[in-house]
């Protein structure tokens, strides 16, 4: 079976650090792969897209970038974080046409 | 690009009532539209989908309605219950991305 995994679980980290969140999925290939963030009380807000190795497509320009090194890897990452990077970041996959997006466990950034 | 919009934010009813919760589209190619009860602190899982090709789809207490022609779609939960409380949200899939809405807060008061 599919599974996804996601971390950290958490993460505070001082306004400036660098970011690296990592993604991996399992039991599937060649996923559609996907980076949400969701600010406090606040909607799912697409970030980054993914349709294969070292496609990326972004929907949101700021200072986070994305990276897909291998199929099933997906990781988005900062040189530089700012107090407004702070959210609950989702990693989702789905296959590749339309259907179910199962997300990860989700990591709370806190930019301090 | 896709742009999902959903109404109410909030949503407060008693148990037993009918919730409904509705959201329009903007592409008209888009296909698939997913609706996720996201609990506190915990990731999105889907409850119910419904393709573009197809007009109502029920499950047990949840069903969700698609008019393609005014490009909306609506989750109707019927006899809730105070764990239905959470954040749904719905989406649409349109060319390989998944936009989702901004989500609407539904309390269930015993």
């Known amino acids: 079976s599919q599974t996804i995994h996601q971390w950290p679980a958490t993460l505070v980290q001082p306004v400036g650090s660098p970011l690296s969140l990592e993604c991996t999925v399992e039991?599937?290939?060649?996923?559609?792969l996907y980076w949400y963030r969701q600010a406090a009380g606040r909607g799912l807000q697409l970030l980054f897209y993914?349709?294969?190795?070292?496609?990326i497509s972004s929907e949101v320009p700021q200072n986070l970038s994305a990276s897909r090194p291998q199929d099933r890897q997906f990781i988005l990452s900062s040189k530089k974080l700012l107090l407004s990077d702070s959210g609950f970041y989702l990693c989702?996959?789905?296959?590749?046409?339309?259907?179910?997006?199962?997300f990860g466990q989700g990591t709370r950034l806190t930019v301090v | 690009g896709e742009n999902v919009e959903q109404h109410p934010s909030t949503l407060s009813v008693q148990e037993g009532d009918s919730a409904v919760i509705k959201c329009t589209y903007s592409?008209?190619?888009?296909?698939?539209f997913p609706w996720y009860k996201q609990e506190l602190g915990k990731r999105p899982q889907l409850i119910i989908d419904?393709?573009?090709?197809?007009g109502e789809k029920k499950d047990q207490r949840i069903a969700v309605t698609l008019n393609k022609t005014a490009k909306h779609f609506s989750l109707h939960i019927t006899e809730t219950q105070p764990e239905d409380s959470a954040v749904y949200f719905c989406?649409?899939?349109?060319?390989?991305?998944?936009?989702f809405g901004t989500g609407t807060r539904l309390q269930v008061f015993p």
């Open positions: 989702a996959w789905s296959v590749l046409t339309d259907t179910e997006a199962f």
């Open positions: 039991g599937t290939s060649n996923p559609n």
């Open positions: 993914s349709v294969g190795i070292g496609q």
């Open positions: 592409d008209s190619a888009s296909n698939y």
């Open positions: 419904i393709r573009s090709n197809v």
């Open positions: 989406a649409a899939f349109n060319t390989d991305k998944l936009i």
